[in-house]
């Protein structure tokens, strides 16, 4: 079995009172594209400072690519690179220097020719000799993604790297993701636009209060707790037997929510049987956005990997 | 953006060896660079504040006051204020970069990559020292026109510049790494720095001192780098510049072990 990408053991992370990750076991493989949700304060930022080094465990371990985060530090570092959610920069630099500072804090001297390439793909050319104190929001956002790709790491982690981002640097920002993933990088992705999620990861994580409350394969995530809804405009009343599953109410229609694709035959013969037929019928996929209001509401209970 | 570059040249693993002194060079580059690109604030203001200092204290002791058998005011006054600028802008290249840094958020660019607490303690201190020896020759440069200098023993000289600095740049990384907002490190400046300079007989000899105030400066580390500093120029100090070595080594050891702690364990760093 190959190295996994990220390996997270039993970690937790204490703050006063707080527990802000509580015996968190993750495993992330290489060459996934990997979602991590949840709403604000559930941990998310505190893993990947663990996992990035910018803070430290109360107890547990964490692996990137093999090498322990405190104890193999160097090599941690190196496979590990970083996109932090806060809009920072360093105000007395230029994009490009910014980029050979960078690069030179990972001991890569001469690394002129990839920090060109990196800059051409996230199209920050025109601004390579702009101080960074003079761009755009949007800008300094790509100027942070470079900044985490100068020493090529193998494993890429973003924290909600679209916050704030207009629609065309959010595609363009994907686009390059998914270049990056398909190369072999591994993309870990924090985000509350979870349709996004949806588009890009192949696996989720649900976090709440420190504790990892569903993960699994985003299809199957979707298919098992959200299934499928399915909007209905009867003639007549709506049987008694399929009550229980509705989740909106209109004056024309209802709408149900049903755990598995073929019950959408069944619940069509109730209401035949009932007499009220069908006047039309619509099914629409699930929707992330359910399964994470729906991960939400239930009880923390931990999930291991 | 652009539409997506040969995929071949996104392959991962293809980067050069990485080398750890390269960061550390970086650091001392960025470090350097950060203060060179303001210079006339962080070079030449605190030259102009040395020679005002010359010109108001000069005029107004050297008919009055002679301080070593032999010495005019202002000479005696010229390494002492050479002495104070060296240890004023050391502290306030390293505390004030650190801060910067942890109150703009870029510090996480530093805190990401692989640099060892070693690496970064050198760096800032190494830096902070260059600034602090360009702000001391530059008012020595300036001063030196003012009264004449003779140089009796320079190596001392050099030692004490360059401990001096490096002394006060630790103490500027602890400074900059406990302080969390700007008047925390404002008020470490205005209540440590500043009064433990101002007396450590930058401006006077403490064998004019009450045997009270004479004591006092003995137990301020900053009188012996000053008085160490200044027998470099007249072979003439208060104390032997053997003794002032051992205690400015000493204290510099101090503050430079507690600074490399702070970064070792991520104090107020790595939370």
């Not at chain 1, 949007?138 to 100027?143: A, D, T």
Request: glycine content about 6%; hydrophobic content about 50%; proline content about 5%.
């Amino acid at each position: 079995m190959s190295i996994a990408a990220i390996e997270a053991r039993a970690l937790t992370k204490r703050y006063a009172q707080v527990t802000a990750l509580d015996a968190v076991d993750l495993t992330i493989v290489q060459g996934e594209f990997f979602g991590l949700l949840g709403p604000n304060g559930a941990g998310k930022t505190t893993l990947i400072s663990i996992i990035a080094g910018l803070a430290r465990a109360s107890s547990g371990r964490v692996r990137v690519m093999g090498h322990d985060v405190t104890d193999d530090y160097r090599a941690a570092r190196r496979s590990l690179g970083v996109v932090p959610q806060e809009l920072v920069f360093d105000p007395f630099f230029t994009v490009r220097e910014m980029l050979r500072i960078q690069s030179g804090y990972f001991g890569l001297a001469h690394n002129d020719a990839w920090i060109d390439e990196v800059m051409v793909n996230l199209d920050l050319v025109d601004k390579a000799d702009v101080n960074m104190r003079a761009l755009s929001g949007g800008m300094k956002r790509r100027v942070l993604v470079a900044q985490a790709l100068v020493h090529r790491p193998p494993v890429i982690v973003l924290d909600e790297p679209t916050a704030g981002v207009d629609v065309e640097l959010r595609q363009g920002l994907w686009q390059f993701m998914r270049r990056l993933n398909r190369d072999g990088h591994t993309i870990v992705l924090t985000t509350h636009y979870l349709e996004e999620a949806q588009q890009m990861c192949s696996r989720i994580a649900m976090l709440k209060a420190g504790r990892i409350l569903a993960l699994e394969n985003t299809r199957d995530l979707l298919r098992r707790i959200a299934g499928v809804q399915v909007a209905l405009r009867l003639r007549g009343d709506l049987p008694p037997v399929l009550r229980e599953q509705v989740i909106e109410r209109y004056p024309e229609h209802v709408v149900l929510r049903l755990s598995h694709p073929r019950e959408v035959g069944a619940a069509l013969e109730a209401c035949r049987h009932f007499g009220s037929d069908v006047e039309e019928l619509e099914v629409a996929p699930a929707d992330l956005e359910d399964v994470f209001l729906q991960v939400m509401s239930e009880a923390p209970r931990r999930s291991a990997s | 953006m652009n539409p997506p570059a040969p995929m071949a040249a996104l392959a991962i693993g293809r980067a050069p060896a990485p080398c750890s002194w390269v960061g550390f060079r970086t650091l001392l580059y960025k470090e350097s660079l950060r203060f060179w690109k303001v210079s006339f604030q962080t070079i030449v203001a605190p030259i102009l504040t040395g020679v005002l200092y010359l010109l108001v204290f000069g005029h107004i002791f050297d008919t009055r006051v002679e301080p070593f058998a032999g010495v005019h005011y202002s000479s005696f006054l010229i390494p002492g204020l050479v002495m104070m600028s060296i240890l004023q802008n050391s502290f306030a290249n390293s505390s004030s970069s650190l801060i910067q840094s942890k109150i703009m958020g870029n510090l996480v660019f530093l805190l990401l990559p692989p640099l060892s607490a070693l690496q970064l303690f050198c760096a800032y201190v190494l830096a902070s020292v260059l600034r602090g020896l360009a702000v001391g020759l530059g008012v020595f440069a300036v001063t030196v026109w003012f009264a004449p200098a003779t140089f009796v023993a320079p190596l001392w000289i050099a030692v004490f510049a360059v401990a001096g600095a490096a002394m006060l740049a630790a103490v500027g990384l602890i400074a900059g790494i406990v302080s969390e907002k700007f008047d925390q490190l404002a008020a470490f400046q205005n209540f440590l720095i500043v009064p433990a300079t101002f007396l450590s007989g930058v401006f006077y000899s403490v064998h004019g001192l009450a045997p009270f105030w004479q004591a006092f400066s003995r137990a301020n580390p900053f009188f012996y780098i000053i008085d160490g500093f200044r027998y470099g120029f007249f072979a003439q100090s208060d104390v032997s510049p053997w003794l002032s070595l051992a205690v400015v080594a000493a204290s510099c050891g101090a503050v430079c072990a507690v600074a490399l702690t702070m970064l070792r364990r991520g104090y107020k760093l790595r939370t």
